[in-house]
């Protein structure tokens, strides 16, 4: 998606973001700081997924925007192949959490 910046202030592009897209807010276990958190965020960064994506200290918490809906499946398992794991719920911007995909029992016959 390419989004023509002239113009756009640092919270009118912000405001421009959420608008079109959607946002969610995590913690990944073991992170407590911007500087434990810089190798990841660069993988999220290059992550075909992402639009923006920052780390918040006073949370300890990432915040990342998408073009499109994420599924909790998605998410977990690029966090995972970075040896990593989800710590507690994952907020959408709507203040909802993401859950995970249930996944139908299947009936051995």
């Known amino acids: 998606m390419s989004i023509p910046l002239v113009g756009f202030t640092t919270e009118s592009l912000d ?39 920052d780390y918040f200290e006073s949370c300890s918490c990432f915040k990342l925007t998408s073009s499109h809906p994420l599924s909790y499946t998605l998410l977990n398992a690029f966090i995972s192949e970075r040896s990593h794991q989800l710590e507690g719920e994952v907020m959408q911007g709507d203040g909802t959490p993401l859950l995970p995909e249930l996944i139908p029992d299947l009936e051995i016959e």
């Open 15 to 53: 405001t421009y973001l959420e608008q079109r897209s959607y946002s969610y807010k995590f913690r990944i276990e073991g992170l407590f700081s911007k500087q434990e958190a810089k190798p990841l965020l660069f993988e999220f960064k290059d992550w075909e997924e992402t639009l923006h994506v």
